[in-house]
Nanobody, 118 residues
Framework: QVQLVESGGGLVEAGGSLRLSCVAS????????MGWYRQAPGKQRELVAT???????RYGDSVEDRFSISRDNRKNSVSLQMSSLKPEDTGVYFC????????????WGQGTQVTVSS
């Protein structure tokens, strides 16, 4: 059974930094994508950043110059370093692991709240 344990959310002032971490257990495969998505109140869940097992990264347009995603394949962990935070970055951040090949899977963490005050 896959479990995703997230940590690192909290309250920060605009311009500040936070680091989110997620550890996945029970995945059973080495080739899968790890990443972060977020959901603000009243809005749809959106991409923040993803990283493949080979290190290929993808970022949402609004965070590309401020956030950095990294991954440790040995630990099945992914981290998101967030800098120059803005109030519009506020939301629940969800860790995600997915695999599009056979077998396909898509798992979500429970989410961690990030609040950026102005």
């Amino acid at each position: 059974q896959v479990q995703l344990v997230e940590s690192g959310g909290g309250l920060v002032e605009a311009g500040g930094s936070l680091r989110l971490s997620c550890v996945a257990s029970g995945v059973g495969y080495t080739n899968f994508i790890m990443g972060w998505y977020r959901q603000a109140p009243g809005k749809q869940r959106e991409l923040v950043a993803t990283v493949s097992s080979g290190g290929t990264t993808r970022y949402g347009d609004s965070v590309e110059d401020r956030f950095s995603i990294s991954r440790d394949n040995r630990k099945n962990s992914v981290s998101l370093q967030m800098s120059s935070l803005k109030p519009e970055d506020t939301g629940v951040y969800f860790c995600n692991v997915k695999r599009t090949g056979t077998p396909t899977f898509n798992y979500w963490g429970q989410g961690t709240q990030v609040t950026v005050s102005s």
